[in-house]
């Protein structure tokens, strides 16, 4: 069963603005990670943030963690064509593998 | 890119038959993962291996069997495929813990008949 859920389903933005996609969980964790997915193709790590984080940053990319909400929002800043894909978490609760969540489709429109 | 590959790419099987997929890594990992991705359920987790010879379950392990004789090869097996294994499967690999980053393959897009 899932233990990642990301929010929105679907987000369609400009070029230019900031995308914004959460995720929530449900059990405690270790490590949640970001991954990529351009049009079913293969994923791609993004980012991981522990559970003794609180923020993180990658390039255009900012990810926060919250253990006591139990949630993870990634902001991708000045968004691009090329950042059109699908956006999943993976949690690592501790005693098995990632568990995915089933993703956010991000669309930026030129 | 991590060097990982998976074959064939696409295969249309009849029900019934047995199929075998294949991933193979370069990178010398200790951890290698089969998933599969259908829409509305996400990516979950088949078989994994965390050695050579030893594996263990996934969430969505009914009807699929894994084999690692070697550290650059995992193979996934559907022993007698059902309509239901329609789906795009990825491999991906590991070389941390299996809660670590993980790398993936390009899928593989499997239509049952």
């Known amino acids: 069963s899932q233990q990642g859920e990301e929010d929105p389903q679907a987000l369609s933005i400009q070029e230019g603005e900031n995308a914004t996609m959460n995720c929530s969980y449900k059990?405690?964790?270790?490590?949640l990670q970001w991954y990529r997915q351009n049009s079913g193709r293969g994923f791609v790590h993004l980012i991981l943030?522990?559970?003794?984080?609180r923020e993180k940053h990658s390039g255009r990319l900012r990810v926060t963690l919250d253990t006591s909400k139990k949630s993870s929002s990634l902001l991708i800043t000045a968004s691009r064509a090329a950042d059109t894909a699908s956006y999943f978490c993976?949690?690592?609760?501790?005693?098995?593998?990632?568990?995915f969540g089933k993703g956010t489709r991000l669309s930026v429109i030129a | 890119d991590a060097g990982i590959t998976q074959s064939p790419r696409h295969k249309v099987t009849e029900t019934g038959t047995p199929v075998t997929l294949r991933c193979h890594q370069t990178e010398n990992h200790r951890y290698m993962y089969w998933y599969r991705q259908d829409p509305g359920h996400g990516l979950r987790l088949i078989h994994y291996?965390?050695?050579?010879?030893?594996?263990d379950k996934g969430e969505v392990s009914d009807g699929y069997s894994v084999s690692r004789s070697k550290t650059e090869d995992f193979l996934l097996t559907l022993e007698s495929a059902t309509s239901s294994q329609t789906s795009v499967y990825f491999c991906?690999?590991?070389?941390?813990?299996?809660?670590?980053?993980?790398?993936f393959g390009p899928g593989t897009r499997l239509t049952v008949t």
């Open positions: 291996s965390y050695g050579v010879k030893d594996t």
């Open positions: 991906a690999i590991s070389p941390g813990t299996e809660r670590g980053e993980q790398y």
């Open positions: 059990t405690s964790i270790n490590n």
């Open positions: 943030i522990r559970s003794n984080e």
């Open positions: 993976a949690t690592d609760a501790g005693n098995t593998p990632l568990v």
